[in-house]
C-alpha cells in the first residue's frame, strides 16, 4: 500500500504472468545491453582494453535476450507486451547513457557490477515468481549465469586487461586528472596565492584596520575565482585538446583561486593587526610551498626551481603591496 502511494501507476511485481515477466526480461536486457555497448564506445579510444571487456558483456546480455525472445514467440507468439522496468515498482531505473558522459573508468565498472547483481536479483525473484515449468528453468538458469557474471567480468578483465594495458589505462587515468583538475586548479590556486598578496597587505598597511583588510582580501579572492573560472571555462571547450570538461576545470580553477586568496585574507578576522599579519605571512609561506610542491608532483618541475620560481615572484608581490600600503 505505502509503495503504490509512493509509485502510483505502476505495477506491482508479484502481479506479473508469465508473459509479463518474459517480456520484462527481454526489454532489461536489450537495455542492458545497449549500456554496454555504449560504455564500450564511450571509453575505446582511451582504454581500448576496458572497451572489448564490455564489448563481451553487451554480446552476453544480447544472447540472453534472444533466448528469453525465443522461449516467448514459442509460448505467447510474436507479439511482446510493451512493459519495462519503469513500469513496475521497485526496480532501480537506468539513468539514460547520454547523462553519463563524465564517468570515469572505476565508475562505469562500478555500475556494471551493479548491473549484474540487479538482473541477478531480478531473475531469482521472477523464476519464484511464475508456475510455468519452462519459463521457471530459463529463468533459474539465467539467475546462475548472472551470478556467474562476475567472474565472467574478471576471466576478461584478465584476458585483456594485462599488467601493460592496466598500467596503460592508470597513466592515462592519471594525465586526464592532471589535465582536467591538476593544471586548472593549480594556475587559479598561483594567481589567487600571488596576485591578492599585494592587494590585501597594501590595505592592512595602509588602514591598520583588519576588518577592512579582510573585506578588501574577502572581495580580492572571491572576484579573482570568479573571474579565473569564468576565463578558463571559456578558454577551451576540451573536445579538442582533450582537457576535460570545461565546466569542471572552470570550478577547479575558480575554486582553487578563491582558496589561494582566502588562505591569507582569513587571518584578519583576528582582531589584533600584528598578530593577524604573522598569521597571514606564516599562510602565504605555506601556500607558496605547497605550489611549489604541487608542480613538482604533478607538473613534473624539479622542486627546488618551481620553489624559487613561487617564493621568488611572491616575495616581490607581497614587498610591492607593503611599500605601496605604507607609501
Known amino acids: 500500500m505505502f509503495n503504490s502511494l509512493l509509485e502510483p501507476g505502476k505495477r506491482d511485481f508479484s502481479s506479473l504472468n508469465a508473459a509479463e515477466v518474459l517480456s520484462l526480461a527481454v ?28 564489448d563481451g558483456m553487451a554480446e552476453e546480455e544480447d544472447g540472453h535476450r534472444r533466448r528469453l525472445l525465443d522461449l ?15 513500469h513496475v515498482r521497485g526496480f532501480a531505473r537506468r539513468k539514460p547513457v547520454w547523462l553519463m558522459q563524465n564517468l570515469n573508468i572505476e565508475t562505469i565498472r562500478q ?5 549484474e547483481r540487479g538482473a541477478y536479483n531480478f531473475y531469482l525473484a521472477a523464476a519464484k515468481l511464475t508456475e510455468d515449468v519452462e519459463v521457471r528453468k530459463l529463468l533459474g538458469t539465467l539467475a546462475l549465469e548472472e551470478a556467474k557474471h562476475e567472474h565472467k567480468a574478471d576471466a576478461l578483465e584478465k584476458e585483456h586487461l594485462g599488467e601493460t594495458e592496466k598500467q596503460a589505462e592508470q597513466s592515462a587515468a592519471h594525465r586526464q586528472f592532471v589535465l582536467t583538475y591538476v593544471q586548472p586548479g593549480l594556475a587559479g590556486l598561483m594567481d589567487g596565492s600571488v596576485s591578492t598578496l599585494a592587494p590585501i597587505f597594501a590595505a592592512a598597511f595602509a588602514t591598520g584596520s583588519t576588518w577592512e583588510t579582510f573585506l578588501v582580501g574577502l572581495a580580492a579572492s572571491v ?14 571547450d576540451g573536445k579538442l585538446t582533450g582537457r576535460g570538461s570545461p565546466i569542471k576545470r572552470g570550478f577547479a580553477s575558480g575554486i582553487m583561486t578563491a582558496v589561494g586568496g582566502l588562505g591569507h585574507a582569513l587571518p584578519y578576522l583576528i582582531p589584533h593587526f600584528w598578530t593577524a599579519t604573522a598569521t597571514a605571512f606564516v599562510i602565504v609561506f605555506i601556500e607558496l610551498w ?16 618551481a620553489a624559487f620560481q613561487v617564493v621568488f615572484g611572491g616575495a616581490l608581490v607581497f614587498a610591492a603591496g607593503v611599500l605601496i600600503g605604507n607609501a
Not at 223 to 236: K, L, N, R, W
Not at 290 to 305: E, H, L, S, V
Request: no cysteine; glycine share 6%.
Open 27 to 54: 526489454a532489461a536486457e536489450e537495455e542492458d545491453g545497449q549500456i554496454y555497448a555504449a560504455y564500450a564506445d564511450k571509453i575505446r579510444d582511451t582504454y581500448p582494453a576496458s572497451a572489448r571487456i564490455f
Open 290 to 305: 605547497a605550489i611549489a610542491w604541487i608542480q613538482n608532483k604533478y607538473m613534473d618541475t624539479p622542486f627546488f626551481r
Open 72 to 86: 516467448y514467440r514459442q509460448k505467447y507468439g510474436d507479439k511482446l507486451i510493451p512493459i519495462r522496468r519503469e
Open 223 to 236: 572576484g579573482a575565482g570568479i573571474s579565473m573560472g569564468f576565463t578558463e571555462a571559456a578558454s577551451d
Open 111 to 115: 555500475q556494471a557490477w551493479e548491473m
